[in-house]
């Protein structure tokens, strides 16, 4: 089983849909989820962390996180096709290493 | 504020040879990790360096090695490169015990030919 699982996609969604990407993670201990952003070519960019159970919102963007069910997903609101890219998840345990997921590429159709 | 740099952006090697990355974290960063992605993947852990010494390593061969200087830069070294070893190369840094994100630079294009 690997440590986070994503499906690789591509996810593709119409311009001003919701994009909603997900990822479960298999270490009971982890207790901090971001999630990156990654256009071709490029090094990944933050794009929103959550530690706690719930949701936690930052413009168009909201993360949701499930410590129970070990999920934990992104929400993009209004599409818009500058939002194409691969998104990784990403987990750790207190202070320990960052593990990432092999990310979901999303497409959004103008 | 400077964000995190890398060096150089891309690099070409033969099979056998000896590589050094560079990377200058954040300004107000003291921890330094370096990851390897491979096209299609996601990043893995290499290792991380806080106060110059090796304090996490992933599941690398001792052909990767590292090292932290006093101003918080760090190098990565990798020896006797395979073909398997052309990817792109991050450097994340951060602060050490405040469970802040890592912040990643524009990384390193190796190639191996």
């Known amino acids: ?110 | 504020d400077a964000g995190v740099t890398q060096s150089p952006t891309h690099l070409i090697k033969t099979r056998g040879q000896q590589v050094t990355l560079r990377c200058s974290p954040k300004s107000g960063h003291d921890t330094v990790s370096w990851y390897q992605q491979a096209l299609g993947q996601g990043p893995q852990f290499i290792f991380q360096y806080y106060e110059e010494e090796e304090r996490q390593r992933g599941n690398f061969p001792d052909r990767f090695s590292g090292h932290q200087f006093p101003n918080y830069s760090s190098e990565l070294n990798v020896n006797a490169l395979l073909l398997g070893d052309s990817a792109l190369y991050l450097c994340a840094s951060s602060v050490q015990g405040t469970g802040q994100p890592q912040h990643f630079g524009d990384g390193t294009r190796l190639s191996i030919l």
């Open chain 1, 1 to 110: 089983q690997k440590e986070v699982e994503q499906n690789s996609g591509p996810l593709s969604v119409p311009e001003g849909a919701i994009a909603s990407l997900n990822c479960t993670y298999s270490d009971r201990g982890s207790q901090s989820f971001f999630w990156y952003r990654q256009y071709s070519g490029k090094s990944p960019e933050l794009i929103m962390f959550i530690y706690s159970n719930g949701d936690k919102e930052d413009g168009r963007f909201t993360a949701q996180l499930n410590k129970a069910s070990q999920y934990v997903s992104l929400l993009i609101r209004d599409s818009q096709p500058s939002d194409s890219a691969t998104y990784l998840c990403a987990v750790r345990r207190g202070y320990q290493k960052v593990t990432f997921g092999t990310g979901t590429k999303l497409q959004v159709i103008p």
